[in-house]
């Protein structure tokens, strides 16, 4: 199977695995929404800001402490609140479950996983609970991989775990920072908010009827 372009999905063998980001596809971050509306963020300059080497970045690779990652994350954006009021407003940044979400999931015939750059406090707190690792056949988080998104490191990384060709995995991400970097490594990728987007992607790969 070829790589996807960026004009569209690819053509050719079927694909043998889905991955799925969390935030955005499977989780409302109605949080996060919140969180960027009161501290004054645009979402246009706030991503590429967190997937890039900064606090956000080292904490969802597992390679810092919640205490550090708070009070680097409150010097490092500028937030006129104290490290201990950002951590509880960041718990918050996933407000719920899509609806139907789990239940496209369960719809997909060939192996599904999660990829997502999340951390202990969302995992442990409401991604668990939620039921979302019961959903999935495999689960990459990345504080768990020590890699994060959009490096071509940690797609690279999960393709092997798979010992799947990445041609035959398709991942599906509400940022387009993260889906080039999935098709840097080879991945077939695509755009997507929400199950709606997720699912006629997955119709389109012929994933799905």
Same mark, same amino acid.
């Given at each position: 199977?070829?790589?996807?372009?960026?004009d569209?999905?690819p053509m050719?063998?079927?694909?043998e695995?889905v991955?799925? *980001?969390?935030g955005?596809?499977i989780?409302? !971050?109605?949080? !996060? =929404?919140? #969180? !960027? /509306?009161?501290h004054g963020?645009e979402?246009?300059t706030?991503?590429?800001?967190?997937l890039?080497m900064?606090a956000? +970045? %080292?904490?969802?690779r597992?390679a810092?402490?919640? %205490? &550090? #990652? &708070?009070e680097a994350f409150?010097?490092?954006?500028?937030i006129?609140i104290t490290?201990?009021?950002f951590?509880d407003?960041?718990?918050a940044?996933p407000s719920a479950?899509?609806?139907?979400a789990?239940e496209?999931?369960a719809?997909?015939?060939?192996l /599904?996983?999660?990829?997502s750059?999340?951390n202990?406090?969302h995992w *442990?707190?409401?991604?668990e609970?939620?039921?979302?690792?019961?959903?999935? %056949?495999? +689960?990459?988080?990345s #504080?768990?991989?020590?890699l994060a998104?959009?490096? /071509?490191d940690?797609f690279?990384r999960?393709?092997?775990?798979l010992e799947?060709?990445p041609?035959?995995?398709?991942?599906l991400? =509400?940022?387009?920072?993260?889906? *080039?970097?999935?098709? &840097?490594?080879?991945l077939?990728?695509e755009?997507v908010?929400?199950p709606a987007?997720?699912?006629?992607? !997955?119709?389109?790969h012929?994933v799905?009827p």
């Amino acid at each position: 199977m070829k790589a996807a372009s960026a004009d569209g999905p690819p053509m050719g063998d079927a694909i043998e695995a889905v991955l799925f *980001d969390l935030g955005g596809v499977i989780v409302e !971050l109605g949080g !996060l =929404d919140a #969180f !960027l /509306t009161r501290h004054g963020f645009e979402p246009e300059t706030f991503w590429p800001r967190w997937l890039g080497m900064g606090a956000g +970045h %080292d904490f969802e690779r597992g390679a810092s402490s919640a %205490d &550090a #990652f &708070a009070e680097a994350f409150v010097a490092e954006f500028g937030i006129g609140i104290t490290p201990e009021q950002f951590l509880d407003e960041f718990a918050a940044w996933p407000s719920a479950l899509y609806p139907g979400a789990l239940e496209l999931v369960a719809e997909v015939p060939v192996l /599904t996983g999660s990829l997502s750059n999340t951390n202990p406090i969302h995992w *442990d707190a409401q991604f668990e609970p939620w039921g979302i690792g019961a959903a999935f %056949d495999r +689960h990459f988080p990345s #504080f768990q991989l020590g890699l994060a998104k959009p490096s /071509t490191d940690i797609f690279e990384r999960v393709v092997e775990l798979l010992e799947v060709p990445p041609a035959c995995v398709l991942f599906l991400d =509400d940022n387009q920072l993260n889906v *080039d970097g999935a098709r &840097a490594a080879g991945l077939g990728a695509e755009r997507v908010v929400g199950p709606a987007e997720a699912r006629r992607a !997955l119709e389109s790969h012929g994933v799905l009827p």
